[in-house]
């Protein structure tokens, strides 16, 4: 009777977490849907800014998002599982690869302005490469480095070494195994760190303001060293600067719901991929 009662407030307090956690969601998307419904349009969506921000669209700050957030995808993705294939798969075990693994976990939790910074000393100043896409992309790409391995790590780990010892039994090599077994095995994990990676890199303000974003452009940038328009801090600016807040904020809450629409998608291909690759596979 007593385990029962233990039971019931148990799931009755998980209950309580997950309601109280949607709820949270569900305002936030309401705040944001009500407030930056009424400027969402054809127009708005396809037109480069004008009258200071005031009016057109936000088609460049939407397209440097998605150039930001997939060029550090590019290069955070294949370092991050490889460094996460080294660490589980062919390091000798003892106290380096602890540390390792430790700095890795530690480096989660740097702010992202110590990132932004890292940036401008090393890829817009030391490599020359100017503020741009590509130092934003780098910048942000190292900042989603430590969710990715510690993901593909846990993802890595938690495919049984028997699978492992059945595929070398049978003739395989060591990558052989890696790439053809544990790796389709252990993917949908691995997009679990990706996914939320995205939707981290996509948000972030403070490492794209040292290193790609520019307050204002006339169009689209012509290649990975040209100066972009992100959605974070376009609506940093439209927030905080200009003579003209009430066009503004409403712009700015706009923006706000086509970032969080635009990390849903991203987020939802993702998804998409991973609850394939665990159907496939199950």
């Known amino acids: 009777m007593k385990q029962a009662l233990v039971q019931r407030l148990g799931f009755g307090l998980l209950f309580i977490c997950i309601t109280s956690t949607l709820f949270f969601l569900g ?3 309401y705040f944001i849907f009500t407030r930056g419904i009424s400027v969402i349009s054809w127009v708005f969506l396809t037109q480069a800014p004008r009258n200071a ?63 932004g910074l890292f940036g401008l000393a090393v890829f817009v100043k030391f490599f020359g490469f100017g503020v741009s896409i590509l130092s934003g992309s780098l910048t942000l790409g190292i900042l989603a480095l430590p969710l990715i391995i ?23 090599t060591k990558w052989e195994t890696i790439k053809n077994i544990v790796l ?12 939320l990676s995205i939707g981290r890199v996509a948000g972030e303000t403070a490492p794209i303001l040292f290193t790609a974003a520019a307050f204002y452009l006339r169009g689209y940038p ?33 923006c706000s719901l086509i970032l969080l629409f635009l990390v849903l998608f991203i987020s939802g291909i993702a998804i998409f991929l991973r609850q394939r690759q665990r159907s496939y596979h199950g």
Do not use: W
């Open 53 to 115: 921000m005031t009016a057109g669209g936000v088609a460049p700050v939407i397209a440097g998002t998605l150039y930001l957030t997939l060029g550090s995808m590019l290069f955070a993705v294949p370092l991050g599982l490889a460094c996460a294939i080294y660490l589980c798969e062919y390091s000798p075990k003892g106290a380096i690869v602890n540390i390792i693994r430790m700095s890795i976990n530690n480096l989660a939790g740097v702010p992202s302005v110590v990132f």
């Open 150 to 172: 510690s993901a593909s790590q846990e993802a890595l780990l938690s495919v049984p070494q028997s699978i492992r010892e059945a595929s070398l039994s049978l003739g395989a």
């Open 222 to 254: 012509k290649s990975v060293f040209s100066e972009v328009m992100a959605l974070p801090y376009h609506i940093y600016a439209l927030m905080t600067e200009g003579a003209h807040p009430d066009k503004q904020k409403a712009i700015a809450y706009g």
């Open 27 to 29: 305002l936030i998307i």
């Open 184 to 195: 389709p095995t252990a993917l949908p994990g691995i997009l679990t760190g990706v996914i």
